[in-house]
């Protein structure tokens, strides 16, 4: 049934990373890597009878719906037609956990019964609230000295990716204005499908969530506070 695809109106969108088993589905929602790669680790770690699937669409694509209702409308649908009936899961890393939000509450709003929302190191819309730096400038003096280099090609890089996101951000909010003379069309690399996304969040209004949810901090991660 993957593999065939589902007939309707809405595109088919699963992604099989572990289809097999009879337990809830769990679902991962937009963001799932080259392939399903962040999500396979996990497949391979979950009981033998735990589904596993994927669900994503290209945002880039001149069809592709533009707000994040709709996007999880198209999950949604799939959801629907994959697993007509029964309890559903679903798991989000990043900015996926928006669409996976709104998709919980669209579930709940047509009846579905929803397990578990698991959200994987994303923040809420009033951003990751972060423990202040405490070590001091002879840390930091120690870190240029030993590694200069280092420390400029890795900031170089940082900032070259923040700078390729907000343009294939500008090129893609002009593109959907109507205003594209001479303007490129948006690149299909990672920025250009974090742009997508980040546009649909940017305009989305989440409303307060009757079920369960879970959320995964990185334990590396030591300037998370505790909110």
């Known amino acids: 049934e993957l593999a065939q695809g589902c ?34 680790p996990l497949g391979t770690m979950l009981l ?10 290209d945002l880039l694509d001149d069809a592709a719906p ?30 996926g956990a928006y669409i996976a939000y709104e998709l919980a509450q669209q579930l709940l709003a047509e009846g579905r019964e929803v397990g578990m929302v698991f959200i994987l190191d ?11 730096r405490r070590k001091g400038l002879r840390h930091y003096s ?3 000295l030993r590694d200069l280099p280092g420390i400029l090609r890795r900031r170089g890089a940082i900032l ?8 294939e951000r500008l090129r893609l909010s002009l593109a959907r204005r109507g205003w594209t003379p001479g303007i490129p069309k948006p690149k ?25 949810i ?5 334990t590396e991660e030591d300037r998370d506070t505790q909110e």
């Open 160 to 167: 070259q990716g923040e700078a390729q996101f907000h343009l």
């Open 142 to 144: 120690r870190r240029v």
């Open 66 to 95: 533009t707000t994040l209702p709709e996007i999880a409308a198209i999950y949604r649908a799939n959801i629907d037609r994959h697993t007509p009936s029964g309890p559903v899961q679903l798991i989000a890393v990043s900015q």
């Open 214 to 218: 879970t959320v995964f901090r990185a």
């Open 7 to 40: 007939e309707g109106e809405a595109p088919n969108c699963l992604v099989p990373i572990q289809p097999e088993g009879h337990l809830p589905p769990l679902y991962a929602i937009h963001i799932l890597g080259e392939q399903g790669s962040f999500f396979r």
């Open 48 to 57: 033998p009878d735990q589904p596993l699937i994927g669900l994503t669409l």
């Open 188 to 212: 299909g690399n990672v920025a250009a499908h974090q742009a997508a996304i980040d546009l649909a969040i940017s305009a989305y209004q989440p409303q307060p969530y009757e079920g369960q």
């Open 122 to 132: 994303a923040e809420g819309p009033g951003g990751r609230p972060r423990r202040a």
